[in-house]
């Protein structure tokens, strides 16, 4: 099965512009996750969403981020205007079932300079 | 909030020599994984852990969920360079539809040749 596709792979912008990244999961899959991975940390999720409705975003700070899934298949994760401390690498997960573990996409690395 | 703890946080070894590493949480999971990170991509599931005490292998990789389920051990045995890369630790937080997964910081491996 084709994974999780993330894209773009790399992005460099100015603080206080605006950027976009795009996540398609994998087919069937009703869960997606946004996960952010600093340097040197481990993922934190940012947004749930089970098919179109969110689940959890209580750690997406709103008034930067925003994200939509659109008809419960594709999602979009937005940031404006952007932060040096916005620096990172941006992770789309699926799943299934979460106690099967997710499929992680390969990531939007965004440098904020 | 839930916190994993991974230790040690590095770790710098001979190929063919055995690795342990663990993950410890203030908080029960009733399923934890294991899953491993190289350069430039997402993390990739290695082992999923589902009942107190349970040890379940993957070819040189062991993992073994906690009796008090507040914690995973890792081994991987007899170290071949590809091994190299940062492994996490993730515990289940909700229900195995609508729950997520909480990350540790990593354990990174470098593998000497």
Same mark, same amino acid.
């Given at each position: 099965?084709?994974g999780?596709?993330?894209?773009?792979?790399?992005?460099?912008?100015?603080?206080?512009?605006?950027?976009?990244?795009w996540?398609n999961?994998?087919?069937?899959?009703?869960?997606l996750?946004w996960y952010?991975?600093?340097?040197?940390?481990?993922?934190k999720l940012?947004?749930?969403?089970?098919?179109?409705?969110?689940?959890d975003?209580s750690q997406?700070?709103?008034d930067?981020?925003s994200?939509?899934?659109?008809k419960?298949v594709d999602?979009?994760?937005k940031?404006?205007p952007?932060?040096?401390?916005d620096?990172a690498?941006?992770?789309?997960?699926?799943?299934?079932?979460?106690?099967?573990?997710?499929t992680?996409?390969s990531?939007?690395?965004?440098t904020?300079? | 909030?839930?916190?994993? %703890?991974q230790?040690?946080?590095s770790? #710098?070894?001979?190929?063919?020599e =055995?690795v342990?590493?663990?993950?410890t949480? *203030?908080s029960?999971?009733?399923?934890w994984?294991?899953y491993k990170?190289?350069?430039?991509?997402?993390p990739?599931?290695l082992i999923?852990?589902?009942?107190?005490?349970?040890?379940?292998? %993957?070819g040189?990789?062991?993992a073994? #969920?906690?009796?008090?389920?507040? =914690?995973?051990?890792?081994n991987?045995?007899? *170290?071949?360079p590809?091994?190299?890369g940062?492994?996490?630790c993730a515990?289940l937080?909700?229900s195995s539809?609508t729950?997520?997964?909480?990350?540790?910081?990593?354990?990174?491996l470098q593998v000497k040749?």
């Amino acid at each position: 099965e084709a994974g999780v596709a993330q894209s773009p792979r790399y992005k460099i912008i100015e603080k206080r512009q605006s950027v976009a990244f795009w996540c398609n999961p994998i087919s069937g899959h009703a869960t997606l996750y946004w996960y952010q991975q600093i340097l040197g940390q481990g993922p934190k999720l940012l947004i749930q969403f089970q098919n179109n409705g969110v689940v959890d975003d209580s750690q997406l700070p709103k008034d930067r981020f925003s994200a939509e899934r659109l008809k419960g298949v594709d999602s979009t994760l937005k940031i404006q205007p952007a932060k040096l401390e916005d620096s990172a690498v941006y992770l789309c997960a699926s799943s299934l079932a979460v106690n099967y573990g997710y499929t992680f996409g390969s990531g939007t690395r965004l440098t904020v300079v | 909030g839930q916190q994993l %703890n991974q230790s040690p946080q590095s770790m #710098f070894i001979q190929e063919g020599e =055995d690795v342990s590493m663990n993950c410890t949480s *203030s908080s029960i999971f009733n399923t934890w994984l294991w899953y491993k990170q190289d350069p430039g991509e997402g993390p990739v599931l290695l082992i999923a852990l589902y009942k107190a005490g349970e040890l379940t292998s %993957n070819g040189r990789l062991t993992a073994q #969920f906690g009796i008090t389920r507040k =914690d995973s051990f890792l081994n991987i045995s007899a *170290s071949i360079p590809s091994d190299v890369g940062i492994y996490f630790c993730a515990g289940l937080w909700g229900s195995s539809n609508t729950g997520k997964l909480i990350f540790g910081q990593g354990t990174t491996l470098q593998v000497k040749p």
